[in-house]
Nanobody, 120 residues
Framework: QVRLVESGGGLVQAGGSLRLSCAAS????????MGWFRRPPGKEREFVAA????????SYADSVKGRFIISRDNAKNTVYLQMDSLKPEDTAVYYC?????????????WGQGTQVTVSS
């Protein structure tokens, strides 16, 4: 059973930073595209960022470009999301996801999520 476990969420003031981590197990991590998504309160889940198997071709939602950075460490089976200059509208449950496709439309595996709350 593939397992993705997010951590690093919490409460932060606007303008602050958080670093999310997602530890993967029971999959060949280096073969998977990894993504971060979020579900703001009362809204649909939305794409945040994704990174290919070798760390290249990171992609970002327009709303987070220039503020968030996705990275991965294949030796540690972990993907990260560095979030800087946080805004109240970044408040959401953040999920990591994994898929074998180079450009996933639908991810195969999902974590349980970690709450990020940004106060104004």
């Amino acid at each position: 059973q593939v397992r993705l476990v997010e951590s690093g969420g919490g409460l932060v003031q606007a303008g602050g930073s958080l670093r999310l981590s997602c530890a993967a197990s029971r999959l060949t991590f280096s073969r998977y595209t990894m993504g971060w998504f979020r579900r703001p309160p009362g809204k649909e889940r939305e794409f945040v960022a994704a990174i290919s198997w070798n760390g290249g071709r990171p992609s970002y939602a327009d709303s987070v470009k220039g503020r968030f950075i996705i990275s991965r460490d294949n030796a540690k089976n972990t993907v990260y999301l560095q979030m800087d200059s946080l805004k109240p509208e970044d408040t959401a449950v953040y999920y990591c996801a994994a898929d074998r496709s180079a450009s996933p439309k639908f991810y195969d595996y999902w974590g349980q999520g970690t709450q990020v709350t940004v106060s104004s």
